[in-house]
T-cell receptor, first 113, second 115 residues
Framework: DSGVTQTPKHLITATGQRVTLRCSPRSGDLSVYWYQQSLDQGLQFLIQ???????AKGNILERFSAQQFPDLHSELNLSSLELGDSALYFC????????????FGPGTRLTVL | AQSVTQLDSHVSVSEGTPVLLRCNYSSSYSPSLFWYVQHPNKGLQLLLK??????LVKGINGFEAEFKKSETSFHLTKPSAHMSDAAEYFCVVRLMYSSASKIIFGSGTRLSIRP
């Protein structure tokens, strides 16, 4: 158990819908990262937040957005969902001063029908 | 362009024999390099990392990797495979720019262990 929690574990929804994935980092970790893992695209870094502010951006679509709240939990919002958005979405957190050590959550499996 | 290439999509070895998972990177900058392991239906776990210190890096579970700048490689090895090593392994490069960073994952290598 990494100490990073993600909810929900599974999510099934329809095309065009909007969903919110939630992540709670390890206690004391200020950085949160979001990743997408799909069969055709592999693992991709989406976005990083540090203490509430966006720090780095990867291959995140404009339909997707994220934020980190004062209590350091983070949410990833996916809108206008398409079939191709079906994937495992991972959240990770890292300790202050150790950006290269990331602890991953168990993931949220999103299925878009 | 910066990238990371895992040369084998699937490696199968017998239990007790050595493991070699190959990774090459392409970067104009000095990268940080990592190996992660993902067991079925689990999140990723950091095995080891190279961040411009010693070129031979020791990780958890008996794994190690050597950074070879001349070959732009960061291959993962283990002297003796165990059944519990069966998993997907990802080589990852992190590139630091002046005000941001970029993280690139390899396509993964599935390691199978034969009894």
């Amino acid at each position: 158990d990494s100490g990073v929690t993600q909810t929900p574990k599974h999510l099934i929804t329809a095309t065009g819908q909007r969903v919110t994935l939630r992540c709670s980092p390890r206690s004391g970790d200020l950085s949160v990262y979001w990743y997408q893992q799909s069969l055709d695209q592999g693992l991709q870094f989406l976005i990083q937040y540090y203490n509430g502010e966006e720090r780095a951006k990867g291959n995140i679509l404009e339909r997707f957005s994220a934020q980190q709240f004062p209590d350091l939990h983070s949410e990833l919002n996916l809108s206008s969902l398409e079939l191709g958005d079906s994937a495992l979405y991972f959240c990770a957190s890292s300790p202050w001063g150790e950006p290269d050590t990331q602890y991953f959550g168990p993931g949220t499996r999103l299925t878009v029908l | 362009a910066q990238s990371v290439t895992q040369l084998d999509s699937h490696v199968s070895v017998s239990e007790g024999t050595p493991v070699l998972l190959r990774c090459n990177y392409s970067s104009s900058y000095s990268p940080s390099l990592f190996w992660y392991v993902q067991h079925p239906n689990k999140g990723l776990q950091l095995l080891l990392k190279y961040t411009s210190a010693a070129t031979l890096v020791k990780g958890i579970n008996g794994f190690e990797a050597e950074f070879k700048k001349s070959e732009t490689s960061f291959h993962l090895t283990k002297p003796s495979a165990h059944m519990s090593d069966a998993a997907e392994y990802f080589c990852v490069v992190r590139l630091m720019y002046s005000s941001a960073s970029k993280i690139i994952f390899g396509s993964g290598t599935r390691l199978s262990i034969r009894p």
